[in-house]
């Protein structure tokens, strides 16, 4: 199965693709844990990607374009992707279509996760994530069960994204709702969008999500 978590910057994409991979043994492709990977290797894509992202605005599609293509490529034919802030404009739907079809796999499902604006800036303001196995977790909604330790590897280390402030928070929304919401007419005209209220806990929206791929 090949889903596309979609919603604007804190909704919770990579909140419950993490759920997803650790349950169905899916995989999480994350363009953004991609980019921030690339940055900090100092790659050719990282330096071109990171005043980018620190401004908050898309990198270029054939650039994160490219990035999936190899996860793919990467991936037994038979395990599941979940991709995770990809597709994010009608040229990287269109990439993102050929990079499937090249490779023999559909797309399943488009979960939308449906959140209040308002909610977005206090969720991506209180976001952290391990340093060590990249779990993430916020300091009021999902903290760790023993203060200061990742539930699911037990380091001490954790680490907060430069681009998660208030003010490039503003333009990540800016970019979301003028250049990726517009995606979603394409994929509802396929008959395959499930919307989801992002807004109840975290746990329900896991619960909405099986259903949808179950069903
Ligand atoms: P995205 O990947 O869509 O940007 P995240 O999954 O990183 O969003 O979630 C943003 C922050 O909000 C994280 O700190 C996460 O723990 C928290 N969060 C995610 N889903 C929920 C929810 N349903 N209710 C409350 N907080 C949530
Ligand atoms: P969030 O979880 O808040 O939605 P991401 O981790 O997905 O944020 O993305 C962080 C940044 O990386 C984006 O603001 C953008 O600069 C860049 N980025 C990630 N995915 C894409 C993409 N598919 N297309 C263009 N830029 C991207
Ligand atoms: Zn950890």
Not at 55 to 65: K, N, P, T, W
Not at 140 to 156: A, H, I, L, R
Not at 165 to 184: D, G, H
Not at 194 to 202: E, F
């Amino acid at each position: 199965m090949n889903i596309i978590l979609l919603g604007p910057p804190g909704a919770g994409k990579g909140t419950q693709a993490q759920r997803l991979v650790e349950k169905f043994g899916m995989r999480q492709l994350s363009t953004g844990d991609m980019l921030r990977a690339a940055v900090k290797a100092g790659t050719p894509v990282g330096l071109q990607a990171k005043a980018v992202m620190e401004r908050g605005e898309l990198v270029s599609d054939e650039i994160v374009s490219a990035l999936i293509g190899e996860e793919l490529d990467a991936m037994g034919p038979d395990t599941g992707a979940i991709f995770d802030g990809y597709p994010r404009t009608a040229a990287q739907v269109e990439s993102l279509d050929k990079l499937l079809a090249d490779r023999g796999r559909t797309l399943d499902h488009v979960i939308e996760l449906e959140v209040d604006e308002d909610a977005l800036v206090e969720r991506i303001c209180g976001r952290f994530t391990c340093a060590n196995c990249g779990k993430g977790y916020h300091d009021k909604f999902e903290q760790p069960k023993q203060p200061g330790v990742c539930d699911k590897c037990g380091s001490t280390e954790f680490k907060r994204r430069p681009d998660d402030n208030e003010e490039t928070v503003r333009t990540r929304m800016a970019e979301y709702r003028a250049k990726t919401a517009p995606i979603l007419p394409i994929y509802d005209a396929r008959g395959i969008v499930t919307r989801v209220n992002g807004m109840a806990d975290i746990d329900h929206v896991t619960a909405a999500i099986e259903r949808t791929m179950a069903g």
